[in-house]
């Protein structure tokens, strides 16, 4: 059982943990300056330390509740870095356009990220359920919370503001999943005031790592009916990825 002191000592190490990675990382800059800015949908500059301590802070975390949990977000943390420098002048977007390319022989950023995410979320699947469907439906809740995220962080506060709101009502129910929740809102309370305010953002990073942490939580917390509404809202939000990010910019 997770009791109401643990789910609150989560949320204030999360989100303490993630202030302090993200004040040593601003304070090193590692590669310099340049490499940690970028500039966002209104042409103003933005930091990018809050995407990285958010999956250091959040794994650390997750990992205190399951060891499992905590590689969860640091796969899709590594995966969502990897597609934010290699792929930073990459235009193309969605599933669609990744899988496209593939299919013509190109391997691109935002495919390995796909695979990869995907790849981390069965894996973790498989170590926290028993049965054979279960585990494929865990995959697949994981991998598609962490590419949701993503898919609403298209202006200032969507992503931890998402996060925020959805793994609240995991703080209601008993058990791992309750820890789960608290360390993904820790993390996502502490960037918000930045990403609101246009001083940092979160990018793919970030999202990912966010978003796994949450996908993770709903796992630990839900049996098969659970399970399948969660993997069915996922794949819903893929397929029409598009317009979940118009959305998500409109609001």
């Avoid at 997770?2 to 609150?8: A, E, L, M, Q, V």
């Avoid at 356009?97 to 190109?106: K, P, Y």
């Avoid at 659970?226 to 069915?232: E, Q, S």
């Amino acid at each position: 059982m997770i009791s109401r002191t643990r789910r609150s000592s989560s949320f204030v190490l999360a989100a303490a943990f993630t202030r302090a990675a993200t004040a040593a990382l601003r304070a090193g800059a590692p590669g310099g300056r340049e490499r940690w800015e970028r500039t966002n949908y209104a042409g103003r500059a933005v930091e990018l330390y809050a995407g990285p301590a958010s999956v250091l802070a959040t794994a650390a975390g997750a990992g205190r509740v399951h060891p499992v949990a905590g590689f969860a977000v640091l796969a899709a943390g590594a995966c969502g870095a990897y597609d934010d420098v290699a792929g930073a002048g990459d235009e193309r977007r969605g599933f669609r356009a990744h899988l496209t390319a593939l299919r013509n022989g190109e391997v691109t950023s935002g495919a390995v990220k796909l695979l990869g995410i995907s790849a981390a979320g069965l894996v973790v699947g498989a170590v926290l359920k028993e049965r054979p469907l279960d585990k494929v439906l865990a995959g697949v809740v994981i991998a598609g919370a962490a590419h949701f995220v993503n898919l609403v962080d298209v202006r200032p506060g969507r992503a931890a503001g998402a996060v925020l709101a959805l793994a609240a009502p995991g703080l209601l129910r008993e058990g791992p999943g309750a820890g789960l929740a608290a360390t993904a809102m820790g993390a996502a309370a502490a960037v918000l005031p930045a990403d609101l305010g246009e001083r940092a953002m979160l990018g793919d990073t970030g999202a990912h790592a966010l978003g796994a942490a949450l996908g993770t939580a709903v796992v630990a917390a839900n049996g098969r009916a659970g399970l399948l509404a969660h993997a069915a809202a996922v794949v819903t939000a893929t397929v029409y990825g598009d317009s979940v990010s118009r959305l998500a910019r409109s609001l």
